[in-house]
C-alpha cells in the first residue's frame, strides 16, 4: 500500500525566512497531494494541493513541487511569520483523487520573531 | 468551501461502554467518507472507508467488530466504538470528497474521545 515519508520532523526557522518540507510516495497511482496545516486540536487546514499532471503550483507565500518521476513533492514557505508556525503534514491520495489519504508524520515549523 | 460536522466534539465515556460518533456532509452529498484517528503529536491514521449503502472497507489491523462503520444516507456516517477502553482515547476525524467539484477532502472538526 501506500506509505508517504515527510522531513524534517521539526523545523526551526527566523521569520522572514524560507521554510521547505519534503515528503516521499511509494504508489505510482497516488495523482493527488494536498499539504494541510494544523493547530493543536482542530482539524487538518488545506492550505494548497497538486495533482499529478501539474509539476509546481504557488499560492502567494506558498508553493508545491512535484516530481512523479521521483515521487517526490515539496511544501515551500517563503517570508515566514510568526502564525506561520504549526504542524505541516503531506498526504498522498491511495490511487485516484478522493479517495482516502495516507499522511506523513508531520512537521512541526517554529518561526521565531 | 465544502461543510463536514461532526458530534459530539468531546465525549468522555467509562470503560466498557459503547460511544458512537457522527459524520454529516452539510452541503453535499458523499457516497464515501473516511475515519481517521489521531493519536497526541502524532498524525492522521486511516481507520476505515466507509461506503453508502455497502459494508465499510477497514484498514489493516483495525478491527471491524470494534469500531463499527454506518453509512445509511448520502450525508451521514456513523462510527461506534464498541467496548470502549483506555488504549482507544483519541482525535476521531472524518472527511468526505465534494465528488461534483475538486475532489479536495473535506474535515470535519473531529471528536476527542477519552476512556477512563
Known amino acids: 500500500g501506500e506509505n508517504v515519508e515527510q522531513h524534517p520532523s521539526t523545523l526551526s526557522v527566523q521569520e522572514g525566512d524560507s521554510a521547505v518540507i519534503k515528503c516521499t510516495y511509494s504508489?505510482?497511482?497516488?495523482?493527488?497531494f494536498p499539504w494541510y496545516k494544523q493547530e493543536l486540536g482542530k482539524r487538518p487546514q488545506l492550505i494548497i494541493d497538486?495533482?499529478?499532471?501539474?509539476g509546481e503550483k504557488k499560492d502567494q507565500r506558498i508553493a508545491v513541487t512535484l516530481n512523479k518521476t521521483a515521487k517526490h513533492f515539496s511544501l515551500h514557505i517563503t517570508e515566514t511569520q510568526p502564525e506561520d508556525s504549526a504542524v505541516y503534514f503531506c498526504?498522498?491520495?491511495?490511487?485516484?483523487?478522493?479517495?482516502?489519504?495516507?499522511f506523513g508524520k508531520g512537521t512541526t515549523l517554529s518561526v521565531s520573531s | 468551501g465544502a461543510v463536514v460536522s461532526q458530534h459530539p466534539s468531546r465525549v468522555i465515556c467509562k470503560s466498557g461502554t459503547s460511544v458512537k460518533i457522527e459524520c454529516r456532509s452539510l452541503?453535499?452529498?458523499?457516497?464515501?467518507m473516511f475515519w481517521y484517528r489521531q493519536f497526541p503529536k502524532q498524525s492522521l491514521m486511516l481507520m476505515a472507508t466507509?461506503?453508502?449503502?455497502?459494508?465499510?472497507?477497514?484498514e489493516q489491523g483495525v478491527e471491524k467488530d470494534k469500531f463499527l462503520i454506518n453509512h445509511a444516507s448520502l450525508t451521514l456516517s456513523t462510527l461506534t466504538v464498541t467496548s470502549a477502553h483506555p488504549e482507544d482515547s483519541s482525535f476521531y476525524i472524518c472527511?468526505?470528497?465534494?465528488?461534483?467539484?475538486?475532489?479536495?477532502?473535506?474535515f470535519g472538526p473531529g471528536t476527542r474521545l477519552t476512556v477512563l
Open positions: 472527511s468526505a470528497a465534494d465528488s461534483r467539484g475538486s475532489n479536495e477532502q473535506f
Open positions: 504508489d505510482s497511482a497516488s495523482n493527488y
Open positions: 497538486i495533482r499529478s499532471n501539474v
Open positions: 498526504a498522498a491520495s491511495i490511487g485516484q483523487a478522493g479517495t482516502a489519504l495516507i
Open positions: 452541503d453535499f452529498q458523499a457516497t464515501t
Open positions: 466507509s461506503n453508502e449503502g455497502s459494508k465499510a472497507t477497514y
